[in-house]
Nanobody
Framework: VQLQASGGGLVEAGGSLRLSCAAS????????FGWYRQAPGKVRELVAG??????INYADSVEGRFTISKDAVNTVYLQMNSLRPDDTAVYYC??????????????WGQGTLVTVSS
């Protein structure tokens, strides 16, 4: 099973982008999902992710600007508004889901680059 991320690109400060991440096979159940990012010279950090019980956790730096969601099938989204230059990073999606033949596995997308110009 693979995750295919898309939607990155170059945008001016204040603009918006929507990232998508689709699993190559529809899981029976999604246990946990999230988006992470890694800026040049920095460690990978959580941007937004689900928690047990359905709550969503956002990094302080994106709270109120970014929204994570998923559809009922196999795709996770990250809507990013009011983008700032310090949002520039490679964004990675993460999915922990259950397939009948695989059990529960944790998989990562290949990363999609977001560049915000000032």
């Amino acid at each position: 099973v693979q995750l295919q991320a898309s939607g990155g690109g170059l945008v001016e400060a204040g603009g918006s982008l929507r990232l998508s991440c689709a699993a190559s096979r529809t899981p029976f159940r999604i246990n946990r999902f999230g988006w992470y990012r890694q800026a040049p010279g920095k460690v990978r950090e959580l941007v937004a992710g689900s928690r047990p019980g359905g709550a969503i956790n956002y990094a302080d730096s994106v709270e109120g600007r970014f929204t994570i969601s998923k559809d009922a099938v196999n795709t996770v989204y990250l809507q990013m508004n009011s983008l700032r230059p310090d949002d520039t990073a490679v964004y990675y999606c993460n999915l922990n889901a259950y397939w009948f033949d695989l059990g529960s596995i944790d998989i990562w997308g290949q990363g999609t680059l977001v560049t915000v110009s000032s």
